[in-house]
């Protein structure tokens, strides 16, 4: 649910946002002008603001600097209908999240408001350390009385106030960005903008101009000027998930910034001039990458000068009640279940588990498991059967996110559907989502004889992001390749 609050003076304009999100538990404010939408801010604290730069009673940047004031940490997203005005290109510079150009694209719309609402969050709620129980509907909770766990608290505790770059390493699903967001909430920096950009995931071509802008013109579709995340987030902290995928030429750029806080847009000769901190993590090995030339050396030190390494959840089988506790609080309210805690036989299993996929595997077998559930108890009888077996083929890479059962070869979508449906399922869409794309790049893995680069170059993603997506989906690269559910030869 996403508390919406929309300044300005246009009835169609309102009108749109209100239909945009009547289908959804979305809660949309309204404000024909500033002084309106001013007091909605103070009273109401909306999670994002869309704001137009023209209103009855004063300009859309006196505004914007009177919400920055009230709450810096709250997105807003600049409206106009004059195209692309250097008022919006400054209101970007001096921290908006956005600017769109009427008329509005309801699709686009959407998705960058719940974006926008997610950064929100991730600024305005605190990564607390939790020892037995945290507060119900938590979902941003470092858990964990291990030693190995009381080391990273306190490496988090020392850096924090200093004003430096910091590389988090560690696998997958093991909390990187926790960690990020509770460095940033104990900094100095804590009242101002928190971004964080998945370097895997977005394509090579695009990443410099996401973090560094661009100029009207510079490549083609750039049909206006860009404020990238770097100038973006000016007087905050940049969060840059997965570094270890990104390109040399993009490396260099962050070096230069965190050298001399300063950089140029793509296409552009003028030099502009950031104060942003850098939080950096990866789930590769960045100390043999650099020493490989894989990655820059002189920008691995650089952003090296503290590092926080996180323990894999194998090396911290005590803490596996701990978060199997939490998970279960968490997911029986989620869904409607009234299970209250694991058996000592599903503790045990569940703690000699390797978990690959650290905490994130973790997570969504419990959540598999509670819908099996009957009873207070969740029983080993609801654990999947690679779980309980401690199958090794199973157990050498992460579980599917949503964990589901193999259909009919071919792929008889309609068989499928049928059967998820008499299970009484309440998660079809990610089971139906996540077979697709398992089948998909089981396909074109097979078609390229296991090339990832040119299966990333078939599919349209980078290299990383099918790093990532083969990881998640179980699948195995061998002679042939083959999903965790299929049987080698089949």
């Known amino acids: 649910m996403v508390k919406l609050l929309v300044i300005d003076d246009e009835p169609s304009i309102l009108h749109a ?9 979305d809660e949309v404010l309204t404000a024909a002008d500033g002084a309106e939408g001013l007091a909605l801010v103070e009273s109401r604290r909306p999670e994002v603001v869309v704001l137009d730069l023209n209103l009855p009673d004063r300009h859309g940047m006196e505004v914007f600097r009177a919400v920055r004031k009230i709450d810096a940490r709250i997105p807003v997203i600049f409206i106009t209908g004059g195209g692309t005005t250097d008022t919006a290109i400054e209101a970007m510079k001096e921290g908006a999240f956005e600017y769109l150009l009427k008329p509005l694209k309801v699709a686009q719309l959407r998705e960058l408001v719940e974006r926008a609402a997610a950064i929100c969050r991730l600024s305005r709620e605190p990564a607390m350390v939790a020892d037995e129980s945290p507060p119900p509907g938590r979902t941003d909770v470092l858990i964990g009385r291990s030693p190995a766990m009381q080391e990273v608290y306190k490496a988090v505790g020392r850096v924090a106030p200093q004003d430096i770059a910091v590389l988090i390493l560690g696998e997958s699903g093991t909390g990187k960005e926790l960690i990020a967001r509770a460095i940033y909430q104990h900094s100095r920096r804590a009242q101002g903008v928190f971004l964080a950009v998945n ?38 902290t940049l969060f840059l998930d997965e570094i270890g995928d990104m390109t040399a030429l993009t490396q260099a750029k962050v070096l230069r910034v965190l050298q001399d806080g300063a950089f140029e847009r793509v296409g552009g000769g003028a030099l502009i001039r950031s104060d942003v901190r850098v939080i950096a993590a990866t789930n590769r090995d960045l100390p043999r990458m650099a020493a490989a030339g894989e990655f820059r050396e002189d920008l691995y030190y650089r952003l090296g000068v503290f590092t926080i390494a996180l323990p894999p959840l194998r090396s911290r089988p005590e803490d596996v009640p701990l978060l199997v506790g939490h998970f279960i609080r968490r997911f029986s309210l989620e869904l409607g279940k009234d299970v209250h805690q694991a058996s000592p036989e599903a503790l045990e299993i569940l703690s000699r588990h390797p978990w690959p996929g650290n905490v994130r595997e973790l997570q969504s077998v419990i959540k598999w498991a509670l819908l099996k559930a009957q009873g207070p108890v969740l029983l080993a ?47 079809l869409h990610a089971e139906a989502l996540a077979l697709m794309e398992r089948s998909l790049l089981t396909r074109v893995l097979r078609h390229t004889e296991g090339n990832q680069v040119q299966a990333a170059r078939i599919l349209g993603i980078t290299r990383g992001s099918l790093r990532t997506k083969i990881r998640a989906l179980g699948l195995r690269i061998e002679r042939s390749v083959w999903s965790r559910d299929d049987q080698p030869g089949s």
Do not use: M, V, Y
């Open 17 to 25: 946002f209100r239909r945009a999100f009547a289908d959804s538990d």
């Open 199 to 236: 370097c895997a995931a977005i394509p090579e071509t695009l990443l410099e101009s996401e973090l560094f802008g661009h100029e009207k013109g510079a490549f083609t579709g750039a049909d206006r000027t860009r404020i990238g995340k770097f100038e973006q987030c000016n007087g905050g």
């Open 381 to 427: 009888d609801f654990l999947p059967a690679s779980i309980r077996s401690g199958d090794p083929r199973d157990a050498s890479s992460p579980p599917s996110p949503s964990p589901i059962p193999r259909p009919e070869p071919g792929l008889d979508w309609d068989a499928f559907i049928d059967d998820r449906l008499l299970s009484d399922t309440e998660n």
